[in-house]
């Protein structure tokens, strides 16, 4: 019985570093390598900040596209084989971005790079999160997100340290490849095969739809309200007089701070709700948007970090769990509409937020608007059912 035991407790933890080390890959290090590396870019090849917005707006574009063909049903009966093609397309994606210098080569690396990284993300938490529930540890289905944080943190320390020791831009997408290539080892061995469930055990009001295009709508919003200082973090940190010195620890932090909360909110969501718990998470992060324009001090965007990383990795995770909650039909397809307004919302805002920056010659006006719409994605993330005397129930 203790072996048993110990085998089911070591199954969960197989699985959830298993799908952590494939969202550290393509999004953590894939995705999101980009920040810290992008100051150095910048400042080497004597980019803008438009054209630095240009080339992450692509790659959301491709994150898009991803999310959009994810639902043919070519895919249907290949999904492992899908999923690990993608982890092998954002492995090339990644080394192949210290190759070239050409913004259109960028552009076309850089959309690929945002198509494998949806793929992995839908067919990644397809295959894990069913695995995890099928275990009976519901709780734990979304611990695999903290990859995401895992990645941010690795890329993050390995970016800082090598650029203390002088190294070029290109050097740095060398670096985080080998990392993400280490990464990849237990992917290969350890991803389930998929689980099949029961689409029919949920009931749903006439309601529900409404609920769904909601959540929907909001994630689109949300995707614009984080982006810009996602994306923009460590190259303000690097421009705004004053904050030079935070440059090193600032996308440090967003991994960091993201790690446990992925614990936390899906915890909070239980007791809570899930979409009261999307509420606040995304007003959480819109305050903390808000702190660089509000605090005039390092301080400012210390908290930005931190807020950011505490619920921008935890909203992705809570969503997919309220979308499939509200969604009657497959994961891969809730998780795909929902990817896809995520990635219209996302795709947007660099490219705004690089010209807005431009413009201005300031990060103050971007993240306002980036705040504002996280305000409007806090309110339209509740479930209208919390207004209605009539509540959909889904059965063990």
């Known amino acids: 019985m203790i072996i048993l035991l110990e085998k089911y407790k ?50 959301f574009f491709g994150y898009l596209f991803g999310s959009l063909i994810s639902i043919l049903s070519i895919f249907k009966k290949k ?69 995401v944080g895992f990645g941010i943190l690795l890329s993050s ?10 190294f070029v831009w290109s050097d740095l997408w060398l670096g985080v490849t080998i990392l993400a290539l280490l990464l990849a080892i237990p992917v290969f061995i350890f991803t389930p095969n998929p689980v099949v469930t029961n689409e029919t055990d949920k009931k749903f009001n006439t309601s529900t739809r409404l609920g769904f295009n909601l959540i929907t709508f909001s994630y689109g919003l949300y995707g614009f309200g984080y982006v810009v200082l996602g994306t923009f ?90 979308g499939q909650s509200r969604y009657k039909g497959s994961i891969i397809i809730s998780t795909a509409i929902l990817t896809s307004s995520f990635s219209i919302g996302q795709m947007v805002g660099p490219y705004f937020g690089g010209i807005i920056i431009d413009s201005f010659s300031s990060y103050d006006v971007a993240l306002t608007i980036s705040s504002i719409s996280l305000l409007f994605a806090a309110i339209l993330m509740i479930h209208p059912n919390r207004f209605s005397s009539t509540k959909f129930i889904n059965t063990p």
């Open 10 to 59: 070591s199954n969960i933890i197989v699985l959830i570093l298993t799908g952590a080390a494939a969202l550290a890959i393509a999004i953590g290090i894939g995705r999101f390598s980009y920040t810290p590396i992008l100051p150095y870019m910048l400042e080497e090849l004597s980019l803008s900040k438009t054209n630095g917005g240009l080339i992450a707006s692509w790659n």
């Open 79 to 147: 999904i492992k084989f899908v999923f690990f093609i993608s982890i092998i397309i954002s492995l090339l994606t990644t080394i192949f971005m210290a190759f070239c210098e050409d913004i259109f080569l960028f552009i076309i690396i850089r959309f690929f790079a945002g198509l494998s990284s949806a793929f992995v993300l839908i067919f990644g938490t397809s295959l894990i999160l069913p695995s995890i529930q099928a275990l009976g540890k519901s709780s734990l289905s979304t611990a695999h997100f903290m990859g």
């Open 157 to 166: 320390i390995l970016v800082s340290f090598l650029g203390s020791l002088g």
């Open 233 to 322: 973090i460590s190259t303000m940190a690097r421009d705004t007089p004053g904050l030079e010195s935070t440059e090193t620890y600032v996308w440090l932090l967003v991994g960091l701070a993201g790690i446990p909360m992925v614990i936390f909110w899906p915890w909070l969501g239980k007791k809570i709700g899930n979409d009261l718990a999307l509420f606040l998470a995304c007003l959480i992060m819109g305050i903390g948007i808000l702190m660089p324009v509000i605090v005039d001090h390092q301080l400012g965007i210390i908290f930005a970090a931190i807020l950011l990383g505490g619920t921008f990795i935890p909203i992705t995770a809570l969503a997919f769990l309220e």
